[in-house]
């Protein structure tokens, strides 16, 4: 396969994303047993062993394995975000875990939960990364940034004549979906994203209210 020739005006950099499926791997390693699937140490190899072959896609200008590869991961740390929380309701009746344990869990699934949906926005945000570093700035896309409301000579003023979103723009959404329950200042335009930030909420409205509030009443 030859590599895809393109003009990157401003190409953002991976690395924050590899960072997020790191923490998201190192995260599951510390729930309780009885919140995973097989041996816990088992999912960050996997995770790894998908991660370092999209790494060398990226760097070799492989684009769409690399998109494949990184599909194939987020799909992979979202099945694993959705069991757990299964699991952990599951338990809550049968009192498997320790108050303690059960906090710790909670907390774990909700910096779990921002991280996921995190990757599901960067990836699909106007094409993705890799679409987004072809163009000289962003006008478009899935979610309503500030900049993208802002005038020529505001822009210019402010520095952002070439704004383009980054993977921290959309951990920004992604946290305050999870704790205001809304991406407060970038309205959501795209049906997706509407669907996603839904499927966001309601998980970590069940971890924190539902899970991590049975944990506190019963310390």
């Known amino acids: 396969m030859n590599s895809e020739t393109e ?8 690395w924050p994303a590899f960072v997020a499926v790191l923490a998201v791997g190192g995260l599951y390693t510390a729930l309780p047993t009885q919140l995973t699937v097989g041996p816990r140490w088992a999912f960050l190899i996997i995770v790894t062993a998908m991660l370092i072959p999209a790494m060398v896609m990226h760097a070799r200008k492989y684009h769409y394995m690399d998109r494949i590869l990184g599909f194939g991961i987020t799909v992979l740390v979202t099945l694993a975000l959705i069991g757990s929380v299964i699991m952990l309701i599951d338990a809550l009746p049968k009192h498997t875990e320790t108050p303690t344990e059960l906090l710790m869990s909670a907390g774990s699934l909700w910096l779990t939960n921002i991280l996921v949906f995190t990757l599901w926005y960067w990836r699909l945000d106007a094409g993705g990364p890799h679409s987004r570093d072809r163009r000289r700035f962003h006008t478009d896309g899935a979610f309503l940034f ?3 409301t802002m005038s020529p000579v505001a822009k210019r003023e402010a520095g952002e004549e070439t704004f383009s979103p980054n993977f921290f723009d959309y951990l920004y959404i992604a946290f305050n979906t999870s704790t205001a329950f809304s991406p407060t200042d970038t309205p959501v ?3 997706w994203a509407k669907i996603l930030g839904m499927l966001q909420s309601l998980i970590s409205l069940t971890v924190l209210a539902l899970l991590a509030a049975r944990a506190v009443n019963i310390l």
Do not use: F, I, K, T
Not at 7 to 14: F, G, T
């Open 7 to 14: 003009v990157l005006y401003d190409p953002e950099p991976r």
């Open 146 to 148: 500030p900049q993208m």
């Open 189 to 191: 335009l795209a049906r």
